[in-house]
T-cell receptor, first 115, second 112 residues
Framework: GAVVSQHPSWVICKSGTSVKIECRSL??????MFWYRQFPKQSLMLMAT?????????EQGVEKDKFLINHASLTLSTLTVTSAHPEDSSFYIC???????????FGPGTRLTVT | GENVEQHPSTLSVQEGDSAVIKCTYS??????FPWYKQELGKRPQLIID?????GEKKDQRIAVTLNKTAKHFSLHITETQPEDSAVYFC???????????FGTGTQLKVEL
């Protein structure tokens, strides 16, 4: 399977600031990347789908102006949480998949804490 | 509908016993059903998956069964070991797409 990394692995920021999370596919041409959010003791919730070179498609209820996604290459996608608030504190996980593939390969996640 | 129901939410078994987790979906177009194991603070790991054209799949102590008529699929773990303790999630993808919808999760605890 694909090797996927995320950076940073954890971050603490102050309310009102912005945080950028990187997702890298190290050995796989990721035509599609997904971003999930997972609150404690809950399931993974899909936030958005991004295809390389295209605008991301956001799930219902996810603010596209608050969660900025860029997928500029087949190996890198970034998620920027703008004007973060304590309720944005969560575990953010990316995954990658290839064209015509069902299987998703997950990154190790980024723990965001907003104080 | 978009939901995947998963039961039970918690499951405690004795080491060596079997564990069964069941998920129910609503869309007949769903065609891919993976199961993930997630340890605390870590990424979900794919443990087994099944396509809609198959009724059962087995990999050593783990098996998945799919009943398309009833729209449910189950994870079976035999000869459970303490290292099987984790949260397990089922998921599904709709036909023609690759977006995953996850179940609510099952906390499995294997006791010595």
């Amino acid at each position: 399977g694909a090797v996927v990394s995320q950076h940073p692995s954890w971050v603490i920021c102050k309310s009102g600031t912005s945080v950028k999370i990187e997702c890298r596919s190290l050995d796989f041409q990721a035509t599609t990347m997904f971003w999930y959010r997972q609150f404690p003791k809950q399931s993974l919730m899909l936030m958005a789908t991004s295809n390389e070179g295209s605008k991301a498609t956001y799930e219902q209820g996810v603010e596209k102006d608050k969660f900025l996604i860029n997928h500029a290459s087949l190996t890198l996608s970034t998620l920027t949480v703008t004007s973060a608030h304590p309720e944005d504190s969560s575990f953010y996980i990316c995954s990658v998949t290839g064209t015509g593939s069902y299987e998703q390969y997950f990154g190790p996640g980024t723990r965001l804490t907003v104080t | 509908g978009e939901n995947v129901e998963q039961h039970p939410s918690t499951l405690s078994v004795q080491e060596g016993d079997s564990a069964v987790i069941k998920c129910t979906y609503s869309d007949s177009a769903s065609n891919y059903f993976p199961w993930y194991k997630q340890e605390l603070g870590k990424r979900p790991q794919l443990i087994i998956d099944i396509r809609s054209n198959v009724g059962e799949k087995k990999d050593q102590r783990i098996a998945v069964t799919l009943n398309k008529t009833a729209k449910h699929f189950s994870l079976h773990i035999t000869e459970t070991q303490p290292e099987d303790s984790a949260v397990y999630f089922c998921a599904e993808t709709k036909g023609g797409g690759n977006k995953l919808t996850f179940g609510t999760g099952t906390q499995l605890k294997v006791e010595l």
